[in-house]
Structures are given as C-alpha cells and as structure tokens.
C-alpha cells in the first residue's frame, strides 16, 4: 500500500494472485480488505502453500487444494471488491485437446458461480 499511496494516481492499483500469497503465508482475506479500492484484478487459484524445501504454485482449480475460499469470498462479500476475476489454473490444460480445455473452463466457471453463491449467503 505505501507504494499505491506515494505513487497516489488512479492508473497504478493492485493484482493480488491467491495462490502466490498462500505460498508467501500472507493472510489473504485480510489482503483483500487491506487493499480495498484499489484492488483491481484478482488471480484465483489453489495450491498447498509452502512445503519444504518446495514452494510449488501449482495453479490449481480454487477448492482443490488448501485456501480458505468462505474466507476469501467474505472478504470480497465485505469489501464490495469489484476486482477483475482471472482464474489462473494449471498449466497442464493447455496440453489437452480443445474439447477436454473447453469442458475444464466450463466446469471452473461453474465451480466459481456455485462458491460464491454458497460462501456469500
């Protein structure tokens, strides 16, 4: 935030990638309140955090692994967060046919519709 703050012009805000702050042991909710307005794009993805000596980012589908995703929907519920959504996912599904990448993005959107709906009651 002390960078956002000197810099202080509306052109310079935030991208918060959830999978590289797990790994970073970062309080993500509290990220996401902390940042608040100038929280502009979000990558959403799951991973294990660190696991030494890796600290694999394994992009994978939110729930698959070990975020807190009630928390982190709180937050944006609270927060109003009007952030762009990405859901940055494995790598390995660009090596899949087209149909089977087609049907996992499908598949990823619904995840993403369902959570919120039942994070945000």
């Known amino acids: 935030m002390y960078v956002i703050e000197k810099i ?12 590289h ?3 970073a042991g970062a309080d993500i909710p509290a990220m996401i309140r902390l940042f608040g307005d100038h929280l502009r794009a979000l990558h959403l993805q799951d991973n294990y955090g660190k696991i030494y000596p ?3 980012d394994i992009h994978q589908f939110p ?3 070990r975020l807190n995703w009630a928390a982190i ?3 944006l519920k609270e927060t109003g967060c009007s952030a ?5 996912i494995s790598a390995e599904l660009a090596e899949q046919p087209y149909e089977i990448q087609f049907m996992r ?3 990823g959107r619904e995840l993403l519709l369902k959570m919120e709906e039942v994070y945000t009651r």
């Open 54 to 56: 890796i600290y694999e």
């Open 84 to 88: 762009s959504l990405n859901m940055e």
């Open 63 to 65: 729930g698959m692994c």
């Open 105 to 107: 993005l499908v598949q």
């Open 8 to 19: 202080n012009h509306p052109l310079v805000q935030i991208c918060l990638d959830t999978g």
């Open 21 to 23: 702050a797990n790994i």
């Open 73 to 75: 929907f709180a937050a």
